[in-house]
């Protein structure tokens, strides 16, 4: 949660006289209230607030943030209140609901993009300890997944073992639907986990993260079971190299999209760079993909372009990937802390070649 | 899915042209594809069609609609071509999602609001049958909590094991998160699940659903565990009392109101109903909670108003409470099918006092 001094400069920044923050990230990065679906934040040049129902009677005791428990009737009063220009976040908010606002509160309600995501960035060192405490839930659920890949076992059985091992050992949750991807199903980035059977002589990518007090892990490991060699073996060392030669890269100052096309250059030196079809990798916070993207696009494109430049504090994964179509493939995935003088690994799995 | 003469009449009543949906239950429901959140259906005079991108290369046999896998600036290129009044889900388009729209379509972007859900009140007989399907599943897997009902048991492990059993036995996933509230955690309603542990002489409220083919179920029970006497015991058979009475007036031209109300009275005559501090059901489709509202509120508040009177092929919970702050409470909740002559019920589990 920023200084208080942090949101009114904020304001300011913008020209507005309020902002209301709708966002659940968003709301509860700043009130780390457990149920921010349910809960708004009003910004003022008072202070900050947390709104939610009577649905949640001890926000009070849950939220940092002084909390409102309103009936809908007494939110309307309070929103008439406002006065001036007042912001909302309008890649949240639906547009039914910005007109029940503008008609609760008669005001010049201006759109914002990316007003909190931009404070988010870089993770204080609590939201860092939240990181690396849901890192190590994941390393212990996929040391434990590796017991468990055996021809003839489904994916979606893996997975479903992953996140139980998760709740289990206290996370949250899984931060996202674990992948397990083998054979040729290592080819979709994007794959999830099926009713397909593991083979001998498939890799199998586990994509894997867990969430605690709100914050998410992610990475990322691909395992040989039994013998596998030829392309696929090659794509791992390249992606392996892409890998290493990327975290080398990483420090204060560089510019998020050249991470990328470190990594792409390495892949293009062996013919694969047309194989690596995504971004080289995302922040890491209260949501599973936030800024910077380290991405050819970084700072293209609609939206606000925040963390163009890496900078001390903030976490991100690297991990690039091969995706031979009709084949199968290879992503290696680490999470990093950006540091005064370079980067800290999170994630601390060995990641060389494994054959299980 | 509809028809698409339905789809055709829904344009003509609405004067729109054409009809851009995003809110992801109703492109699956259009389209049956199983990543609606990242697709969009269009629906224009010549037909309906499925838009997604192309992390979907499958999409085509996915979708029971024709699919078109576009980059950004194709499907910008086809929105550009639309023509005269468009109509947009005003509940779920974000406002810059609209801006973008705009620039991309300048035509007259209509906001509607439960266009699509109104076609989704009345069930077809396929996705009753995939309701029932997540209902038996649900059944099962409560009975395996009964026999993890112990003292000592913490309420989250309960309801982990609930989700485990469910995805283990096939289902996608437990509709929402289990609900497992006892002693007097059973007087919040929406308690979730939570790390006290299960006492002697409490009563356990279990209310959990499965996800069968995207649609989900719904039920709840009310348990003793050992010996339980007094206001809780007196609120329970109170509680069967309203649920039995409010499922005996349900047929269709019933008004969804009146049949909260005849709850409500049975409550009153009890002294109880103050306690009742929730609606008495809801719809249950791809959502789990949909039109219409078993509600006092039916028909006022802001948003379409749907489901007034009870029609043959809705399915809807019935779901009566006591809460009892500081003390506990209770909840039953059966789930049904209006038919031509009154209910079938689609929970089967016994619903009387339970001791274990
Ligand atoms: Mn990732
Ligand atoms: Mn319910």
Chains 1, 2 share one sequence.
Request: net charge negative; charged share 25%; proline share 7%.
């Amino acid at each position: 949660m920023p200084p208080v001094q942090d949101l009114r400069e904020l304001l300011e920044r913008l020209g507005l006289d309020a902002l209301y923050i709708t966002k659940p990230q968003n709301v509860r990065y700043l009130s780390g209230f457990p149920h921010p679906e349910d809960a708004e934040v009003l910004l003022t040049e008072e202070g900050a607030f947390l709104l939610t129902d009577p649905r949640y009677p001890e926000a009070e005791r849950e939220s940092r943030l002084p909390a409102k428990v309103l009936k809908r009737e007494e939110k309307a009063a309070l929103l008439s209140g406002l006065r001036g220009r007042v912001g909302f976040e309008a890649a949240h908010l639906p547009y039914a609901r910005l007109m029940a606002l503008r008609e609760m509160a008669p005001v010049e309600w201006v759109p914002t993009e990316g007003a909190i995501e931009a404070l988010r960035l870089k993770k204080a060192p609590e939201e860092v300890e939240a990181i690396r405490r849901a890192q190590a839930l994941a390393e212990r659920a996929f040391h434990h997944a590796l017991t468990l890949l055996k021809p003839g076992v489904r994916e979606r059985d893996v997975a479903l073992e992953i996140e139980y091992f998760l709740k289990k050992e206290g996370a949250e949750g899984a931060a996202f639907p674990p992948i397990v991807a083998s054979g040729v199903r290592g080819a979709l980035p994007h794959a999830g986990a099926s009713e397909k059977a593991l083979e001998g002589g498939e890799l199998v990518t586990l994509d894997l993260g867990a969430r605690v007090a709100g914050y998410a892990s992610d990475m990322t490991r691909t395992v040989a079971l039994g013998q596998v060699d030829g392309p696929l073996k090659e794509a791992f060392f390249a992606v392996l190299e892409a890998l290493e030669s990327a975290l080398e890269l990483i420090k204060p100052g560089v510019e998020a999209k050249a991470v990328d096309a470190r990594a792409r250059e390495v892949l293009k030196a062996r013919g694969l760079d047309r194989y690596f079809v995504h971004s080289l990798g995302h922040g890491v916070g209260l949501e599973v993909h936030e800024a910077p993207a380290l991405s050819p696009y970084s700072g293209q494109g609609p939206g606000p372009h925040l963390g163009l430049v890496l900078e001390p504090g903030m976490v991100v994964t690297v991990e690039p990937g091969v995706y031979l179509p009709g084949v199968g493939g290879v992503r290696i995935e680490e999470l990093v802390l950006v540091t005064e003088g370079g980067i800290e690994l999170l994630s601390t799995l060995p990641r060389g070649w494994q054959a299980l």
